[in-house]
């Protein structure tokens, strides 16, 4: 387990030192390392599968529903083997697709760099999946008795799959209720079409290497450790400090503050149950001694916490633009108003539930206290800057930017401040990191085959051609799609959604003339309510873990701001200029 962990910590920090070393090696020697671009990119290959076998070693996957766990004792070991057995049997699949893949592509000799071939890493595929398979088979059930059971309830799944494969999919849909890994059902269903169609399941791995050794994918990673780094390090508490000292005075000051704390954190960690978990321990206390009520205060903090998806150079973002073959400087830029017009909308709901009988009990602006505040945080509110000014200024490719603001955050927080230790805490914030990619990527590559199949079966291209049968007006198809994301943010985890239904809206929003762009901010910002809706809604979730209040609870604190949020979606879908124009300004 610890040399799984360092191992995984090792490839990830090889990950951000490649490409500086690279751009330094080429500007100041014109020389570079051999091939570094294709290193990058099967080393976000290596942490990809090693992190999701340490997700599934901890039993971290993410999932679809957890009704399973709500049953009786006797039941809920019965469901949990139930569902062991199907993700046990769709995990070997994918492993045995892996071998025919890897098998395919040995006989092209392609060399990666300094005579490693391609196969080589390749394989981690397959191992990956017979990996996670066992450990999915050790969580399904704790007896070797009961994990017979399992693999020969899975051993019957993969017989019922090549006799009859639409026969398997009511036992995935019970699975996925039962509480399966995302990505087993995504996969599943996969599986099935492939074998219906009697297509080769080995299209699955290769859209899983094709998604994951994508020239931008490495920036994901990257981002998402410097989020994680700011998380573990002191840096939740230096910027809650900032933003109460310049806003603490203002009328709902205290809501001011939670939402731009939140969505600053967001922008960077990717997840917005990252934040809730790290800002909230300390910006409920706040809230109350400004005299929030605690379901006021509950529901902003959960619903501030998605507030920086749509803030470069936040992880949904950069999917989308891959998924959606869209300039990742285009969605950056199309996503900064729209998120400045979400956060608004949060602070006035903020602001109007604090009721104006409240505003004396704010202290009294110190302008002292605010300039050292800012002075302690200074290194941190630089992030975007380092970011952004790397990305835009020409400086650097997205991926050495990417690398270039995790090394930052990494240096801040073990060498500046020294909140994070070398040797202890930040393996452990790198394992963390990986972990998450290695979920995130696991369920992208599944779902990007299963988007494969779609294409294939010309299902997109039919959807648009009735789309545009059906509905004549362009603005009565952007209310459609509106309620149709609604509907899946609240029954699809944000990354599998972008994945799935991205490639389809892309071309129907084609058909309508609407700018890419702006589609893709109006899909994020729907997703965006997904997180606090149920039954998928991650801050529902995470916040009622934090706060230790009932899911019931919470929802029913976040539902006011969730319909604010709700208008705010709105105008950003049909006021267009608010995504198109900062790309035209810069000429994105």
């Not at 760099?113 to 999915?136: C, E, N, T």
């Not at 945080?377 to 930017?401: I, R, Y």
């Not at 299902?459 to 009565?476: N, Q």
């Amino acid at each position: 387990m610890r040399f799984e962990n360092l191992l995984l910590s090792l490839v990830l920090g090889l990950l951000v030192a490649l490409p500086l070393l690279e751009a330094v090696l080429r500007k100041m020697l014109h020389v570079g390392v051999s091939n570094s671009a294709s290193i990058v990119q099967h080393l976000t290959l290596v942490v990809g599968m090693l992190g999701a076998a340490v997700a599934a070693r901890e039993n971290r996957l993410l999932v679809l529903s957890r009704l399973g766990e709500l049953l009786g004792e006797p039941w809920r070991k019965l469901a949990a083997a139930f569902a062991g057995s199907t993700a046990v049997a769709v995990t070997v699949l994918l492993a045995a697709a892996g071998v025919d893949f890897v098998l395919a592509e040995r006989p092209s000799g392609q060399v990666l760099a300094y005579g490693i071939p391609v196969w080589v890493v390749q394989s981690l595929i397959p191992i990956g999946f017979g990996l996670i398979a066992l450990r999915l088979a050790g969580h399904a059930a704790e007896t070797w008795r009961g994990r017979a059971l399992v693999a020969s309830l899975a051993a019957v799944w993969v017989l019922l799959w090549q006799w009859s494969p639409m026969s398997v999919l009511v036992m995935l849909g019970l699975a996925t209720l039962a509480g399966v890994p995302a990505f087993v059902t995504l996969a599943g269903v996969a599986l099935v079409l492939f074998k219906q169609a009697g297509e080769p399941i080995a299209s699955i791995p290769i859209a899983h290497y094709s998604l994951v050794t994508n020239a931008i994918l490495p920036t994901i990673p990257m981002f998402t450790l410097a989020g994680f780094v700011l998380a573990e390090g002191g840096a939740p508490k230096r910027l809650v400090r900032v933003f109460q000292a310049v806003f603490g005075r203002l009328r709902g000051g205290a809501a001011i503050m939670t939402a731009t704390a939140c969505a600053f954190f967001t922008s960077f960690t990717g997840g917005s149950g990252v934040t809730i978990l790290a800002l909230g321990g300390l910006l409920m206390p706040v809230l109350l001694s400004r005299r929030y009520q605690e379901r006021d205060a509950l529901g902003l903090i959960t619903g501030a916490g998605s507030l920086g998806l749509l803030l470069p150079p936040c992880l949904p973002l950069i999917l989308y633009s891959i998924v959606a073959r869209v300039p990742m400087e285009s969605m950056f830029l199309g996503g900064i108003l729209p998120a400045v017009v979400m956060l608004i909308a949060t602070a006035i709901w903020g602001i109007f539930v604090q009721g104006p009988s409240r505003h004396d009990d704010a202290p009294a602006f110190d302008g002292r206290e605010a300039l050292e505040a800012v002075w302690q945080a200074k290194w941190e509110l630089l992030m975007p800057v380092v970011a952004l000014g790397a990305l835009f200024g020409g400086f650097a490719t997205p991926v050495e930017a990417a690398a270039l603001t995790a090394l930052y955050a990494i240096a801040i927080e073990t060498v500046v401040y020294r909140d994070l230790k070398w040797t202890t805490g930040l393996p452990q914030v790198m394992t963390e990191c990986g972990l998450l990619i290695g979920g995130i990527l696991l369920i992208q590559g599944v779902a990007l085959g299963f988007t494969n199949y779609l294409v294939d079966a010309e299902i997109m291209t039919r959807a648009a051609d009735w789309a545009t049968s059906t509905i004549h007006s362009r603005w009565v198809f952007l209310l459609a799609l509106n309620l149709f994301l609604l509907i899946v943010g609240c029954l699809m985890e944000i990354y599998a959604a972008i994945v799935i239904q991205a490639p389809l809206l892309v071309t129907i929003g084609h058909a309508f003339g609407i700018d890419p762009v702006h589609l893709g901010i109006i899909f994020l910002a729907n997703l965006e309510l997904g997180y606090l809706t149920p039954p998928v809604g991650l801050n529902l979730l995470l916040s009622s873990y934090r706060f230790k209040k009932s899911v019931p609870e919470v929802l029913r604190a976040v539902t006011p701001l969730t319909l604010v949020m709700s208008a705010g979606v709105l105008l950003i879908t049909y006021i267009p200029a608010l995504t198109t124009t900062l790309p035209r300004w810069f000429g994105r």
